[in-house]
């Protein structure tokens, strides 16, 4: 099945798109870029922002947005 390819910002916001649409929400959840420099410790690429960054939501939604959309350009 083909995915969807989305820029490095489209892919983000879908992110963010997705977790707050989830009912397991909370306010302060939020995927944020790392910063400059920094090799991210996530697999899509992005860090969790909030208090509980292991939050089992934030592996959930990335897991969903991963596999309907692509980052491109790589």
Same mark, same amino acid.
């Given at each position: 099945m083909a995915t969807t390819k989305l820029s490095t910002q489209e892919f983000l916001d879908e992110l963010n798109r997705n977790l707050k649409e989830h009912p397991g929400y909370e306010e302060w959840m939020q995927f944020v870029p790392p910063p400059e420099g920094v090799t991210p410790d996530t697999v899509e690429g992005f860090e969790r922002a909030g208090p509980e960054?292991?939050?089992? @939501?934030?592996?959930?939604? $990335? @897991?969903?947005?991963?596999? $309907?959309?692509?980052?491109f350009p790589k």
């Open positions: 960054p292991r939050h089992s @939501l934030y592996d959930l939604v $990335a @897991l969903k947005v991963g596999e $309907a959309f692509e980052i």
